[in-house]
């Protein structure tokens, strides 16, 4: 079992939808960061939480850290907001990553 | 300010060949963790290095090496360079204190050939 499980691993979406993509770990952390990696590679760090919920925009982040589970919300999503969203946990001394979750919105 | 800038871009290498990859963190930043991201493994973390020293480290072979240098500025090397080897290699640069964000360079798509 990987420390870090994303789910789903692929999401089509229609333009205007909810969008929920959501992250399970079992090592112990800090803190979890939701990643945001479009195509060419580079990633944009959306979140950094380690309680409760943050909200930017149209995204929202939760984290239940007795559950060990986050989840990340996207809200009207927009063809723009393809991309491939990854979930990664501090532990120990190293970062541990989902494998993504990759969104396609289609307008 | 400038973000985190990575070079080269792209690069391709032979077997057995060493490589060197530069990142430059964002002003004022002392922290530079790199990653490697393959199609089969994803994301990994490499190491990281804050104020010269590294302070964290992944399971690499030693192969893979890196420095940072006073201005905060961060090299990686890898040697004896293998089929497996390629992959984006991604820098990141924080402040470096617990809960920080982290903002990543572009990264450098390096091919094993």
């Known amino acids: 079992k990987n420390e870090v499980e994303q789910s789903p691993q692929n999401l089509t979406a229609q333009e205007g939808e909810f969008i929920t993509i959501n992250c399970s770990y079992s090592?112990?952390?800090?803190?979890l960061h939701w990643l945001q990696q479009h195509p060419g590679g580079g990633i944009v760090s959306l979140f950094m939480?380690?309680?409760g919920k943050k909200k930017h925009g149209r995204l929202i982040a939760t984290i239940n850290i007795q559950e060990k589970h986050s989840s990340l919300h996207i809200t009207a999503s927009h063809p723009r907001d393809s991309a491939v969203y990854i979930c990664?946990?501090?532990?120990?001394?190293?970062?541990?990553f989902g494998a993504g979750t990759r969104l396609t919105v289609k307008p | 300010k400038a973000g985190v800038t990575q070079t080269p871009r792209y690069l391709i290498k032979t077997r057995g060949q060493q490589v060197t990859l530069s990142c430059s963190p964002i002003?004022?930043?002392?922290?530079v963790s790199w990653y490697q991201q393959t199609p089969g493994q994803g994301l990994q973390f490499l190491f990281e290095y804050f104020s010269e020293t590294q302070r964290n480290k992944g399971n690499f072979p030693g192969r893979f090496s890196g420095r940072q240098f006073s201005n905060s500025r961060s090299e990686m090397n890898v040697s004896t360079l293998e089929l497996g080897d390629s992959a984006l290699y991604l820098c990141?640069?924080?402040?470096?204190?617990?809960?920080?964000?982290?903002?990543f360079g572009e990264g450098s798509w390096l091919t094993v050939v």
């Open positions: 990141a640069s924080s402040t470096g204190a617990a809960g920080n964000t982290i903002y």
């Open positions: 090592v112990g952390i800090s803190a």
């Open positions: 990664a946990v501090p532990n120990n001394n190293d970062m541990r």
């Open positions: 939480l380690s309680s």
């Open positions: 002003s004022g930043h002392r922290s």
